[in-house]
């Protein structure tokens, strides 16, 4: 049924529709990537609307704020999640000891072994991937489709699906607000992207993102390991 849906279809749709149409119409099982930052608890409500034991698949790193773990679980708590924590097969300590401080010094092989890898491993068997990606965080997101088409390493195909793709950051914010979903305590410091603690730091302008690895990337690679295919 996937590979004979007109995926342009869903750009025309609002997110709600979008939710609801790709779980009745696109190859199950689906999973869901969270971070449990906004744009992920706006997301993550639509989905539970629809399946709300849709697995939600969490990057445990290992450096991530306590803030962020709080978060996590209580929220895993209060709406029963089908929570799955992603680990990487060496622990921090084991890392660091073979390599030194990775997110020092290598950024990008941090993010390999300790979010790339555990994701790529994680995603094995789905075949609808939603996210709670926006093109306005980011020009490498910019011109992303609501659903795509996307390859794994392996050659696996899955369908990425991203139902707030368009929305911008205050309709993040609204939809929160409407539905009383308390956000991770983080942003009431200033924060505006939030990932690992040794990587994330408050936004020097504009840019929502520009507190993350010190302005040296744009991404950590768990967005782009994929190929896009039409």
Same mark, same amino acid.
């Given at each position: 049924?996937?590979?004979?849906?007109?995926?342009?279809?869903?750009?025309?749709?609002?997110?709600?529709?979008?939710?609801?149409?790709?779980?009745?119409?696109?190859?199950?099982?689906?999973?869901?990537?969270?971070?449990?930052?906004?744009?992920?608890?706006?997301?993550l409500h639509l989905l539970r609307q629809v399946q709300p034991d849709i697995p939600v698949l969490f990057l445990e790193t290992g450096y991530h704020f306590? +803030?962020?773990?709080?978060?996590?679980?209580?929220? /895993?708590? !209060? =709406? #029963?999640?089908?929570?799955?924590? @992603?680990?990487?097969?060496?622990?921090?300590?084991?890392?660091?000891?073979?390599?030194?401080?990775?997110?020092?010094?290598?950024?990008?092989?941090?993010?390999?072994?300790?979010?790339?890898?555990?994701?790529?491993?994680?995603?094995?068997?789905?075949?609808?991937?939603?996210?709670?990606?926006?093109?306005?965080?980011?020009?490498?997101?910019?011109?992303?489709?609501?659903?795509?088409?996307?390859?794994?390493?392996?050659?696996? +195909?899955?369908?990425?699906?991203?139902?707030?793709? /368009?929305? !911008? =950051? #205050?309709?993040?914010?609204?939809? @929160?607000?409407?539905?009383?979903?308390?956000?991770?305590?983080?942003?009431?410091?200033?924060?505006?992207?939030?990932?690992?603690?040794?990587?994330?730091?408050?936004?020097?302008?504009?840019?929502?993102?520009?507190?993350?690895?010190?302005?040296?990337?744009?991404?950590?690679?768990?967005?782009?390991?994929?190929?896009?295919?039409?």
């Open positions: 049924m996937t590979a004979q849906l007109d995926l342009s279809a869903f750009d025309a749709l609002p997110p709600e529709e979008i939710v609801r149409r790709a779980l009745a119409e696109l190859s199950a099982p689906a999973c869901f990537t969270c971070s449990f930052q906004a744009e992920d608890m706006a997301v306590p +803030e962020t773990l709080s978060y996590r679980d209580r929220f /895993a708590a !209060k =709406w #029963n999640l089908n929570l799955r924590n @992603l680990q990487a097969s060496m622990s921090v300590a084991q890392q660091e000891s073979q390599f030194g401080i990775l997110n020092q010094t290598d950024p990008t092989r941090c993010c390999d072994l300790r979010k790339v890898g555990p994701l790529w491993e994680g995603l094995r068997g789905y075949q609808t991937w939603f996210t709670g990606l926006r093109r306005e965080q980011s020009p490498t997101r910019a011109n992303m489709k609501m659903a795509e088409r996307h390859v794994l390493p392996t050659g696996e +195909e899955l369908v990425k699906v991203n139902p707030i793709a /368009a929305w !911008k =950051w #205050n309709e993040v914010w609204a939809y @929160l607000s409407i539905h009383e979903i308390e956000a991770l305590p983080l942003y009431d410091q200033g924060y505006t992207s939030i990932g690992c603690a040794p990587c994330t730091a408050k936004p020097t302008g504009d840019d929502l993102r520009s507190g993350r690895w010190g302005g040296r990337k744009l991404e950590c690679g768990i967005h782009t390991f994929t190929e896009a295919r039409q």
